[in-house]
């Protein structure tokens, strides 16, 4: 039982450390001089590496996304301290040996109709080929597609402790 007094069921789910996603927390953050350095700072201290990182700002926020070497510690420090932040599934693909990752994702994509809602450039470990982070609207869809083009996407095994 929980402590509502609900039963707690044990129901397994597709996500693991074998999924093939990363998670992203997009992070809203105060736009002042030294904000970002600072929750920067927090991650580098917990021993989490920023994979990736995309910036949407306006005056008074920005909208920060991070993808971490390891999402449950990074949960823990943006609660720490008392980031609001919300979580999000997204691929990490590894570009295919001709090493075009985003043509040959849009194009494939694009076959399939799978809308891309976000990209940027992903730091993986070294010696892997170059990475691109993608929010698409079908993720299932979207992996099926992209490893039948021969791109690799990553788990979050893949990327742990970076």
Same mark, same amino acid.
């Given at each position: *039982? ?5 039963? +707690?069921?044990?129901?397994?789910? *597709?996500? #693991?450390? !074998?999924? %093939? ?10 736009? %002042?001089?030294?904000?970002? $350095? ?16 995309? +910036? ?8 920060? @996304? ?8 990074? @949960?823990?420090i943006l609660d ?9 599934? +997204? ?15 849009? %194009? &494939? ?11 940027? &450039? ?9 990475? $691109?982070?993608? *929010?698409?609207?079908?993720?299932? *869809?979207?992996?099926?597609? $992209? ?6 996407? $990553?788990?979050?095994? !893949?990327? %742990? #402790?970076?």
């Amino acid at each position: *039982m929980d402590e509502s007094g609900g039963q +707690i069921l044990d129901v397994p789910t *597709m996500r #693991d450390i !074998d999924f %093939r996603a990363l998670k992203q927390f997009t992070v809203f953050i105060e736009n %002042r001089v030294g904000m970002l $350095l600072d929750a920067v700072r927090r991650f580098e201290k917990g021993g989490v590496t920023v994979l990736g990182i995309s +910036i949407s700002e306006a005056s008074e926020c920005a909208c920060v @996304r991070f993808i971490f070497s390891v999402p449950e510690r990074a @949960r823990e420090i943006l609660d720490l301290a008392n980031l609001p932040y919300i979580e999000s599934d +997204i691929l990490a693909v590894e570009s295919p040996e001709d090493g075009h990752p985003l043509f040959g994702a849009c %194009r &494939a994509l694009m076959a399939a109709e799978v809308s891309i809602l976000q990209a940027y &450039a992903l730091s993986t470990p070294s010696g892997r080929k170059a990475a $691109l982070a993608i *929010m698409v609207d079908q993720i299932e *869809m979207a992996i099926e597609t $992209l490893e039948r083009q021969g791109f690799h996407v $990553l788990s979050e095994g !893949d990327v %742990r #402790d970076y």
